[in-house]
């Protein structure tokens, strides 16, 4: 189970930091990543923190968004600063089923709940 929390209302240009806590199973030797979706629009890549640590990030939030894993604690964080309009969205945490294997167009079998973020002019 993956459990999301840290969405609300900003402005623009402010900074928020979502989490995201996995109980059940341990994530330490899988990847982990963000993804959102905005009202009308298809789910998007934001980023992804594999078990080695290493880390991409989707076009849209390069050099604004960070993402963070805490191995110890089973979680994975996004920080988000200069957030815009356009990033209003409800963002997902996903955990992979895959031991020590990543690509880009592979699925996530496991979701969080979703926390919605909501930027504003």
């Known amino acids: 189970q993956l459990q999301a929390s840290g969405g609300g209302v900003v402005q623009a240009g402010d900074s928020l930091r979502l989490s995201c806590v996995a109980s059940g199973r341990s994530f330490s030797s899988n990847a982990m990543a963000w993804f959102r979706q905005a009202p009308g629009k298809e789910r998007e890549f934001v980023a992804v923190?594999?078990?080695?640590?290493?880390?991409s990030y989707g076009d849209s939030v390069k050099g604004r968004f960070a993402i963070s894993r805490d191995f110890a604690k089973n979680s994975v964080y996004l920080q988000m600063d200069s957030l815009k309009p356009e990033d209003t969205a409800i963002y997902y945490c996903?955990?992979?089923?895959?031991?020590?294997?990543?690509?880009?167009?592979?699925?996530?079998?496991?979701w969080g709940q979703g926390t919605l973020v909501t930027v504003s002019s």
């Open positions: 923190n594999t078990w080695t640590d290493r880390k």
């Open positions: 996903a955990g992979s089923d895959r031991f020590r294997y990543y690509d880009d167009t592979m699925p996530f079998a496991y």
